[in-house]
C-alpha cells in the first residue's frame, strides 16, 4: 500500500497561501452569518423575487431577463484593484441600492481601519484574470 508523497492543504476548495494571506483562521470557517443577517438576506431576496413576478405580469415576460442582462453587464465595470476602491455606481443606481443608507455612509469606512491590508495588485489581477486561484486579498488581518 503507498501513501501520498503531499498532503493536500486545500480547504473548501482554495488554497490557503500562508506566505500572501497570513495564517487563517478557524473561527471564520466554522461561525455562520448572525441570524439576523441571514433574516435579512432571506427577505431581500424574497422582495426582489416579488418584484420580478409583478414586473414580468405587468411589461411581459422579456423585461425582467432585459433587466438581468443589464444587473449583468453594470455589475461588471470595476476598476482594478488597488488604493481607489470600485464604487459600482451604475449598479447602485440601476438597481436601487443607492438610496440605501448604510452604516459606511455615517461611521468610517472599513477601507480607512488600521487592520485593514493593502491590496496586492498584481495578485488581484492574476485572479481577475483566472491565472491564480483564492481570494483576491483577506480584508483584516
Do not use: W
Not at 51 to 67: D, S, W
Not at 111 to 137: Q, Y
Amino acid at each position: 500500500m503507498e501513501f501520498p508523497k503531499k498532503i493536500a492543504h486545500e480547504i473548501g476548495g482554495v488554497k490557503r497561501d500562508a506566505l500572501r494571506f497570513g495564517l487563517n483562521g478557524v473561527k471564520s470557517d466554522i461561525v455562520g452569518s448572525h441570524p439576523l443577517e441571514s433574516s435579512y438576506e432571506s427577505e431581500k431576496r424574497c422582495h426582489e423575487a416579488m418584484k420580478r413576478r409583478i414586473i414580468g405580469h405587468t411589461y411581459g415576460t422579456a423585461l425582467p431577463l432585459q433587466m438581468d442582462m443589464d444587473t449583468q453587464i453594470l455589475s461588471r465595470f470595476q476598476r482594478p484593484a488597488g488604493p481607489i476602491p470600485s464604487s459600482m455606481l451604475g449598479l447602485e443606481v440601476y438597481t436601487g441600492a443607492i438610496d440605501n443608507f448604510g452604516f459606511e455612509d455615517y461611521l468610517n469606512d472599513p477601507r480607512d481601519s488600521e487592520t485593514f491590508k493593502p491590496v496586492d495588485f498584481h495578485h488581484a489581477m492574476e485572479v481577475r484574470l483566472g491565472m491564480s486561484k483564492g481570494p483576491v486579498a483577506p480584508s483584516f488581518m
